[in-house]
């Protein structure tokens, strides 16, 4: 598709988990090798395109499952980005947190790997917007009983 024919409103749609392990305050982190897409892509937080007609949400479990084995509940949307170097892109990353399943690494992902919050700037080789790093600076700072 030629997406310089569009000046706006076109979008391939890309749900993300922010998977977030509040008793041991760690995020869920997968490793992907050789992106067909995004060729500088490594490390990311799980998630997908969800499928046609499928309630995003729903895509967004269902591509956790896959590539990490893990049960999650969506709990909030956190923040919606658009990529104004790659302009076809929106990501909705969401808030989740794992309810079952087993940590085991699946389609894409070649390892899974729980960090502290804020250690993403340490694997991510993709930009990682202010927004998700303040996020992420306050679940870090957070405790839970």
Not at 8 to 31: E, K, T
Request: with cysteine.
């Amino acid at each position: 598709m030629d997406w310089a024919q569009f000046d706006r409103g076109v979008y391939l749609v890309n749900v993300l988990g922010i998977v977030y392990d509040v008793r041991n305050n760690l995020i869920l982190i997968g490793r992907r090798e050789q992106d067909p897409h995004i060729k500088e892509l490594s490390w990311c937080f799980p998630g997908g395109r969800p499928k046609y007609g499928e309630d995003l949400e729903e895509g967004l479990k269902r591509e956790i499952r896959t590539k990490t084995g893990l049960d999650v509940r969506v709990n909030k949307l956190i923040f919606a980005r658009a990529y104004p170097e790659r302009k076809e892109f929106l990501s909705l990353f969401y808030e989740c947190e794992v309810i079952g399943g087993e940590l085991k690494a699946g389609e894409l992902f070649v390892e899974c790997k729980w960090i502290a919050p804020t250690a993403v700037s340490e694997y991510f080789t993709t930009s990682i917007h202010p927004k998700i790093m303040n996020y992420l600076r306050a679940i870090e700072k957070a405790t839970y009983p």
